[in-house]
C-alpha cells in the first residue's frame, strides 16, 4: 500500500488584505462527492460573501478540480489547487471564501492571497503522513506497563488510548515493515508474559515520514 499525505481535520483560519476578508477552509475528503458537500456547505454558511473560491484533490480516480468563482481567471482557483499540489496533499477540499473590502487588489494580489489563505487554513488542519500500518492489541499485567510503554516510545509507531481492566489493553499500530522487530521486542520485554495479537491492518496518521 502507497503512503500519503493529507490533513487530519477540519479547521479554518483568516486574515486581512486590504479591508477584505479572506478564510481559508480545509477538509479531509476522500471521495469527490465528500469534496463537493464540503464546498456546498461552506458555500451556504456564507452565502453573503462576494466569492467561494474552492479546490480539491482526491485519490479515487486522481481527481483535481478548482473553481475561481467569479475572480478573474487564473488568480483565485489554481492559487489554491498549486498550494496543495505543492504541498503534497490528497484527499482534501479547500475553499477560500472572499468578502471584499472595496479594493481591488489586481490580478498578482489575489494570486498572493488566495494562494496564502489556503496555505494557512492547511496549516490549522494539521497535514500528516498517512501510513499503512498493523494493527496489534497487547494485554500486559500492571506491573510491566511501565517497562511495555519505554520500549513502545523508543519504536516508530502509534499508540491509542489504553483500557484497563483486570490487566491493561494496549491498540499499537505498528508500520507493516518493523512488525517482526516490534513482536521481538515486546516479547523480549514482557519476558513473555504479554499477549500479542493482530486485530486490524489500515491506514494510520503520523506527523512524519522516517
Known amino acids: 500500500m ?10 479554518f483560519s483568516e486574515f486581512i488584505e486590504k479591508k477584505s476578508r479572506f478564510i481559508g477552509y480545509a477538509c479531509p475528503a476522500s471521495t469527490e462527492n465528500e ?3 464540503f464546498v456546498n456547505r461552506i458555500r451556504k454558511k456564507h452565502q453573503d460573501a462576494k466569492h467561494n473560491v474552492y479546490a480539491y484533490v482526491v485519490r479515487e480516480n486522481n481527481i ?3 473553481s475561481d468563482d467569479g475572480e478573474p481567471q487564473g488568480t483565485a482557483g489554481i492559487p489554491v489547487l498549486d498550494t496543495i499540489k505543492k504541498q ?16 481591488l487588489l489586481g490580478g498578482g494580489g489575489l494570486v498572493r492571497a488566495y494562494g496564502h489563505s489556503a496555505s494557512i487554513g492547511i496549516e490549522k ?3 500528516v503522513f498517512m501510513r499503512y500500518s498493523t494493527v496489534y492489541e497487547i494485554h500486559v499485567d500492571y506491573h510491566l506497563l511501565g517497562k511495555i510503554e519505554y520500549e513502545l516510545r523508543c519504536l516508530d509507531l502509534t499508540i491509542e488510548e489504553p483500557v484497563y481492566e483486570t490487566d491493561v489493553k494496549l ?4 508500520l507493516s515493515q518493523n512488525c517482526q522487530q516490534f513482536e521481538s521486542v515486546i516479547t523480549e520485554a ?13 491506514y494510520v496518521a503520523y506527523d512524519n515520514l522516517i
Not at 503534497?88 to 479594493?103: K, S
Not at 514482557?190 to 489500515?202: F, L, Y
Open 125 to 127: 488542519a494539521h497535514p
Open 190 to 202: 514482557a519476558m513473555g508474559r504479554a499477549g500479542i495479537k493482530k486485530i486490524d491492518e489500515r
Open 64 to 66: 483535481q478540480r478548482f
Open 2 to 11: 502507497k503512503d500519503y499525505k493529507t490533513i487530519e481535520q477540519e479547521a
Open 88 to 103: 503534497g496533499l490528497t484527499d482534501i477540499a479547500v475553499v477560500v471564501t472572499r468578502y471584499f473590502g472595496g479594493i
Open 171 to 174: 491498540n499499537v499500530c505498528v
Open 35 to 37: 469534496a463537493l458537500d
